[in-house]
Nanobody
Framework: QVQLVESGGGLVQAGGSLRLSCAASGSISSINAMGWYRQAPGKQRELVATVTSNGSTRYTNSVKGRFTISRDNAGNTVYLQMNSLNPEDTAVYYC?????????WGQGTQVTVSS
């Protein structure tokens, strides 16, 4: 059983910063990638950023230059540094882990950006 535990969400004013963390635990044979998705009210869940096992990163256009995804050396924790936040970033942020044969999701953490 794999668990993803997220932390770091909260309320911040526009222009501020937050750092999300996601720690994976359990029986993980091989991690292909970890990343963050978000879902705003009334909208579909969308990819925010991902990082593969070899360190390749991918970002959705709206966060490029503002968000940075990274992983720890062990590869089981992923971070999302979010700078220059704006109200359009308000959403529930979900951690995602893709392994060789399965995919896992965290419970979600709320990020609210006030104008």
């Amino acid at each position: 059983q794999v668990q993803l535990v997220e932390s770091g969400g909260g309320l911040v004013q526009a222009g501020g910063s937050l750092r999300l963390s996601c720690a994976a635990s359990g029986s993980i044979s091989s991690i292909n990638a970890m990343g963050w998705y978000r879902q705003a009210p009334g909208k579909q869940r969308e990819l925010v950023a991902t990082v593969t096992s070899n360190g390749s990163t991918r970002y959705t256009n709206s966060v490029k230059g503002r968000f940075t995804i990274s992983r720890d050396n062990a590869g089981n924790t992923v971070y999302l540094q979010m700078n220059s936040l704006n109200p359009e970033d308000t959403a529930v942020y979900y951690c995602n882990l893709r392994a060789a044969w399965s995919e896992y999701w965290g419970q979600g953490t709320q990020v609210t950006v006030s104008s």
